[in-house]
């Protein structure tokens, strides 16, 4: 009776787990870069969202009150402003650099479209 694997059986286990990871890595690294992807602009829309909150919660400033007026005028909101009047977080990280958001020093840019505000970050 025989203790073991021969040569040839551990050559064949080999070669079938590297067909398994050939297979198998490139679904995975397209599966993280999706996810990566939808972390992003879930990101920016959680940014485009606050710069909303807070343009509705200080709607009495003569600069949004006449951006709501006035079609085609725009308004740029620094990032930074966000954070300090507690409308969203600076811990708040860009998934695509792991930098908080204080960091990047974005802005979101609201326009009046036809009568509809668009916001619009960029960083």
Do not use: C, W
């Amino acid at each position: 009776m025989k203790n073991g694997f021969t040569l040839i059986e551990l050559l064949a286990i080999l070669v079938l787990l590297g067909a398994i990871i050939l297979v198998s890595v490139p679904s995975i690294v397209s599966t993280n870069k999706k996810s990566q992807e939808q972390n992003y602009e879930r990101y920016v829309d959680n940014i485009e969202n606050a710069a909303e909150i807070y343009v509705e919660t200080h709607s009495d400033r003569s600069e949004y009150a006449n951006l709501k007026t006035t079609n085609g005028a725009s308004v740029n909101i620094h990032t930074d402003v966000l954070v300090a009047s507690g409308v969203i977080q600076g811990t708040l990280r860009n998934p695509k650099t792991d930098r908080p958001l204080i960091e990047e020093g974005g802005s979101v840019t609201v326009r009046n479209q036809n009568g509809t505000l668009k916001y619009t970050y960029s960083s």
